[in-house]
């Protein structure tokens, strides 16, 4: 867990270093870090992290944070995926002021730094075809052997890369390598390749390029040309280091960045790559990228996760330098915790059972006051009608009670929340199918506002809807899209697709929500008294009726985990 309780102390091993080179007097002691993502899919979870921790160093340093695209892949990105990043950057309260950038903005530039490596003989057109270069490049245990292209001359090589930017060539025809080293114990280092021919038009460039710089040579001259100082990226980029420092080291620019890394996160029950988001999406496994069942920001979001929420999830993972796997109940946990502060109290009756007062005056309709929400006074309390003929759940009655149920049954007397205790005199069942379609009952009118006073005790307290004024509503419960905790371990012919949890939406109609739902906008985010964290979709909600996506339980088993480790001596 991260340590925060001390502001000097850093709390990652990031800041550590940060701290370090602020000392040193390193990067006239600015801090400048960026979010680069590829405009390739939504963003998730897992660049959640990301963008807390550059945008995060930034405001605690006082530096700058930069927004960058990376769109140096024409074939797999869009304009939707740009859009939707910004909004999710912005939603998550973070802010790049006019500091927005794009790869593709530099692609002249960088044209003209290959170039340059060329000219010094750093680089060279290689025309052996992709499984050649591949053959080529050796293994682990064994060095690699040169292209039979590797030493064209300086002017030879000039041409043919102006040649292949002038769209004379087929892809896969040439490609433009470093010139670094076919036997270097990294692999990454042995002849790289920076550009490749893509005959596909780019969301922003359209048709003017038909060559692409590759990661490795864009992502280090785009941190140099915007002087970043830390560029922070994930683990699993650890050996493109010494390529991130080879390139800056052959080309000398005015801004000498460098490369640090920090462990992705990793969530179980649930996969965080674009690459499988994106076939779950095209499969139509979930409804969208914004399906509240998705690990993306925009499906937290439309799920009812706050930005806090997220933010303080990151907080507490903290920033390592190990990879490991969150337990997903601990986001879930950080979302209970934040939605119990600000989610206002309602009722709302899921699986509606009706009950009939029989003691009740027949057409009267009375005001109760319920409380908004015991964790904060200041939201205030409410009304609730109360009248003859109400909903609770049908999970709420048994006609055979088990021992320890202490709901509803035949002779039994429980307390309606706010309302008056009311006893079971009969439940009436449908004639052919014996299902229970209506209980009778009787209240007791002293014991308005849910206290009996002679002091009589009941042992349960039950949720309802008055009838008369119900709102129809539909309800979505989620559930872990995944059965599986690791649902991405390679299990002999099968993939992470056949660990679907058939079973993560049901959708219930005819729910009955109190009248003071009336006026809740889409987005808006309550706690269903007994039920959980529910939120208002804003996609497919209609003023006739309001659909509600629960956020999360009321169960909360990331704290007793916790309980259960505290009582452990260790
Ligand atoms: P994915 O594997 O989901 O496709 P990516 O790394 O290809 O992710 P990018 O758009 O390149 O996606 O990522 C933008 C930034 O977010 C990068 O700096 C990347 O390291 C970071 N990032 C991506 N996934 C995670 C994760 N699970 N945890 C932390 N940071 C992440
Ligand atoms: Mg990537």
Same mark, same amino acid.
């Given at each position: ?45 897992? *660049? ?75 680089? /060279? ?22 292209? @039979? ?34 036997? *270097? ?16 038009? *780019? ?40 390529? /991130? ?9 005015? &801004?000498?960045? *460098?490369? /640090? ?45 706050? @930005? ?51 003691? /009740? ?62 006893? &079971? ?15 009778? &009952? ?92 529910? &939120? ?35």
């Amino acid at each position: 867990m991260a340590d925060t309780s001390d502001p000097r102390t850093p709390s990652n091993f990031i800041k550590a270093v940060i701290e370090e080179d602020l000392k040193a007097g390193k990067h006239q002691g600015r801090v400048a870090t960026r979010f680069p993502p590829e405009p390739n899919g939504y963003l998730h979870i897992g *660049h959640a992290k990301s963008i807390c921790l550059n945008f995060g160093l930034a405001q605690a340093y006082g530096g700058t944070c930069n927004l960058r695209f990376d769109d140096t892949n024409p074939a797999k990105e869009d304009v939707e995926y740009v859009d939707s990043i910004k909004e999710d950057v912005r939603w998550l309260g973070f802010d790049w002021q006019d500091r927005e950038y794009y790869a593709s903005d530099y692609f002249e530039q960088l044209y003209g730094l290959a170039v340059r490596l060329i000219r010094d003989g750093k680089a /060279y057109v290689d025309s052996l075809s992709s499984e050649e270069i591949r053959e080529y490049r050796g293994t682990l245990t064994e060095a690699g052997r040169e292209s @039979p292209f590797r030493h064209r001359s300086v002017e030879e090589n000039l041409d043919l890369f102006q040649r292949m930017r002038d769209g004379q060539f087929e892809e896969g025809d040439h490609v433009l390598r470093a010139k670094i080293d076919m036997a *270097h114990p990294n692999v990454l280092m042995r002849d790289p390749t920076l550009y490749r021919i893509r005959r596909a038009p *780019h969301h922003r460039t359209g048709e003017r390029w038909c060559i692409y710089p590759m990661y490795d040579f864009t992502h280090c001259i785009s941190d140099a040309i915007e002087c970043i100082t830390h560029s922070l990226c994930t683990l699993e980029f650890e050996n493109n280091r010494a390529l /991130y420092d080879w390139v800056l080291d052959q080309l000398d620019l005015p &801004c000498r960045p *460098h490369q /640090y890394e920090f462990a992705r996160l990793n969530l179980n029950y649930t996969v965080l790559s674009k690459r499988k988001l994106i076939q779950l999406v095209q499969q139509g496994v979930v409804g969208g990228w914004d399906d509240p069942r998705m690990p993306t920001i925009s499906g937290l979001r439309r799920r009812g996760y706050t @930005p806090e929420a997220i933010r303080n999830f990151c907080e507490r993972i903290g920033v390592a330098k190990a990879n490991s796997i969150v337990d997903i109940a601990l986001l879930e946990h950080t979302v209970r915790e934040d939605l119990n502060r600000r989610a206002p109290r309602r009722m709302a009756v899921l699986r509606p059972l009706r009950v009939v007062i029989e003691n /009740y005056p027949q057409g009267g309709v009375e005001a109760l006051e319920a409380v908004n929400n015991p964790e904060d006074p200041g939201m205030g309390t409410r009304t609730v009608p109360f009248s003859r003929i109400i909903y609770i759940e049908q999970e709420d009655f048994r006609e055979d009670p088990p021992k320890k149920y202490f709901r509803l049954a035949p002779g039994r007397e429980v307390r309606l929340r706010y309302a008056y205790f009311i006893t &079971c005199r009969e439940a009436i069942k449908d004639t052919t199918t014996g299902e229970i379609v209506e209980l009778r &009952c009787t209240y007791d009118p002293a014991t308005r506002g849910g206290n009996a006073p002679d002091g009589r005790k009941v042992k349960a307290t039950l949720h309802w809807v008055s009838a008369g004024q119900a709102i129809d509503a539909q309800v979505r419960l989620y559930d872990r899209l995944f059965v599986k905790p690791d649902p991405d371990e390679k299990v002999e012919g099968k993939t992470f697709l056949d660990f679907i949890n058939t079973n993560s939406l049901e959708t219930l109609d005819g729910c009955k929500l109190e009248p003071a739902f009336a006026d809740t906008a889409p987005g808006a985010i309550y706690q269903f008294e007994r039920l959980g964290y529910f &939120c208002m979709d804003g996609k497919d909600s209609t003023p006739a009726r309001p659909v509600f996506n629960r956020s999360v339980t009321l169960k909360d088993t990331w704290a007793r985990i916790e309980a259960a480790e505290q009582k452990q001596p260790n």
